[in-house]
């Protein structure tokens, strides 16, 4: 949604405000599509004695899975962002100063940035997830498979029966 800013240029202290639903469906990250929920996106457009204001946020729901079980993972995500709007062309964007490309602004252009600073690399399903085994790929949360003991060296295990035999004598 484009908001045309001719006309709020020319209204001192005026605020037009913005809210939409938008797709981010192809937006690719980490070689995924992780936006697959709606995008909210409200908040308002204002003109404080000559400067052009966005104030607004965003949020959806992140679709990934768990960085060590791969679970499917649904993460709520949002952002605030409150941005000087600058027609300079020679202004350089900064934390808090959107730079214009016309006469208009789409709030998305300047609020999916913020969103996408709030994305971690990675997700875990919970902070000890034990992730699956690297040998049966078995979901060690939910099953205890037996490779551990069966990967054991068996110069080593040769060792444990010298030293279980020494036990003996
Ligand atoms: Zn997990
Ligand atoms: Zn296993």
């Given at each position: 949604m484009k908001i045309e800013l001719k006309k709020l240029n020319a209204l001192q202290h005026a605020v037009l405000p913005f809210s939409e639903v938008i797709d981010l469906k192809d937006e690719k990250m980490y070689g995924r599509n992780p936006f697959q929920s709606p995008v909210y996106v409200e908040g308002e457009v204002s003109n404080e004695s000559g400067v052009l204001r966005?104030?607004?946020?965003?949020?959806?729901?992140?679709?990934?899975?768990?960085?060590?079980?791969?679970?499917?993972?649904d993460i709520p995500l949002e952002a605030e962002a409150d941005m000087i709007l600058s027609d300079d062309p020679e202004a350089e964007e900064e934390d808090d100063l959107f730079v214009l490309t016309g006469d208009s602004v789409d709030p998305a252009d300047v609020l999916v940035p913020a969103l996408i600073l709030q994305v971690q690399m990675t997700?875990?399903?919970?902070?000890?997830?034990?992730?699956?085994?690297?040998?049966?790929?078995?979901?060690?949360?939910?099953?205890?498979?037996d490779c551990e003991s069966r990967q054991i060296d068996p110069r080593f295990a040769a060792l444990r029966a010298l030293l279980d035999n020494d036990k003996g004598n």
């Open positions: 966005l104030k607004g946020s965003i949020r959806t729901v992140y679709s990934t899975e768990c960085a060590r079980c791969l679970k499917p993972l997700y875990l399903c919970k902070e000890d997830c034990k992730g699956l085994c690297p040998h049966c790929g078995a979901d060690r949360n939910v099953t205890e498979c």
